[in-house]
C-alpha cells in the first residue's frame, strides 16, 4: 500500500533539545515537503526538496534542518534555535511537476 | 505576492442543507487549484483538483467546485451535507512555472454540522 508515514504521532521534548522527526514515502515521488501547523495559521512551508541530495528553504527555515540523502526519507530536524517548536508538523510529497501533494498523518511535537 | 484566502474561518451549517466553502487567490496567472480536507489530528486529504478544461470539478464525497478566472475564485460546494463531513477544508494553489509542486494553502475554513 503506497503512502508517506510519520513517526512518532506524538512526541514530547525538553525546551534545548534538538528532535528529529522521520517521514517516508514509498510513492516513488521525487519531491518532498515540511510544513507546521498552527491553529488559525493554515499550513507554513518550511523545507521542501525536489530532488535527493538537494533542498531549499521555505518560508520558515530558521531553526529546521532538513536532510534528503534517499529519495524515499526527508527527516526534519527541529533544533533548539526554533524559538517555538511546539506544533503538528505535515509532511507532503508530490511527482515535483504542479502536481498535487499527498500527505502523511503528521507529528505532533510538544516542547516543555 | 501570490495569496489565498478563505473568508470564512468558521461555518456551521445543518446536516443536509447545501454548503459553499469560498475561496479567492492572488496570482499573476492561472494557478493550479485544489481543496483538501483534515480531520483533528489527521493529515490532508485531497478532495479535487483544478489543471485545466471544464471549470466545475468534480471530487470525492459529492465535492464540486467552480473556477471563475473573473473572480480569482474556486469556491467548494456540496448539495447536502453529512455529519461526517465536519472537517477543517484548506485551499491550496500551484504554479503552472517553475515545477517546484510548492503550494500556497489559505488558511482554512472550519466546518460544524449541526444535527
Known amino acids: 500500500d503506497g503512502g508517506i508515514t510519520q513517526s512518532p504521532k506524538y512526541l514530547f521534548r525538553k525546551e534545548g533539545q534538538n528532535v528529529t522527526l522521520s517521514c517516508e514515502q514509498n510513492?516513488?515521488?521525487?519531491?518532498m515537503y515540511w510544513y507546521r501547523q498552527d491553529p488559525g495559521q493554515g499550513l507554513r512551508l518550511i523545507y521542501y526538496s525536489q530532488i535527493v541530495n538537494d533542498f531549499q528553504k521555505g518560508d520558515i527555515a530558521e531553526g529546521y534542518s532538513v536532510s534528503r540523502e534517499k529519495k524515499e526519507s526527508f527527516p526534519l530536524t527541529v533544533t533548539s534555535a526554533q524559538k517555538n517548536p511546539t506544533a503538528f508538523y505535515l509532511c507532503?510529497?508530490?511527482?515535483?511537476?504542479?502536481?498535487?501533494?499527498?500527505f502523511g498523518p503528521g507529528t505532533r511535537l510538544t516542547v516543555t | 505576492a501570490q495569496s489565498v484566502t478563505q473568508p470564512d474561518i468558521h461555518i456551521t451549517v445543518s446536516e443536509g442543507a447545501s454548503l459553499e466553502l469560498r475561496c479567492n487567490y492572488s496570482y499573476g496567472a492561472t494557478p493550479y487549484l485544489f481543496w483538501y480536507v483534515q480531520s483533528p489530528g489527521q493529515g490532508l486529504q485531497l478532495l479535487l483538483k483544478?489543471?485545466?478544461?471544464?471549470?466545475l470539478v468534480q471530487g470525492i464525497k459529492g465535492f464540486e467546485a467552480e473556477f471563475k478566472r473573473s473572480q480569482s475564485s474556486f469556491n467548494l460546494r456540496k448539495p447536502s451535507v453529512h455529519w461526517s463531513d465536519a472537517a477543517e477544508y484548506f485551499c491550496a494553489v500551484g504554479a503552472r512555472s517553475g515545477n517546484t509542486g510548492k503550494l500556497i494553502f489559505g488558511q482554512g475554513t472550519t466546518l460544524q454540522v449541526k444535527p
Open positions: 483544478y489543471f485545466s478544461g471544464d471549470t
Open positions: 510513492l516513488n515521488h521525487d519531491a
Open positions: 507532503a510529497s508530490s511527482t515535483g511537476t504542479s502536481d498535487e501533494q499527498y
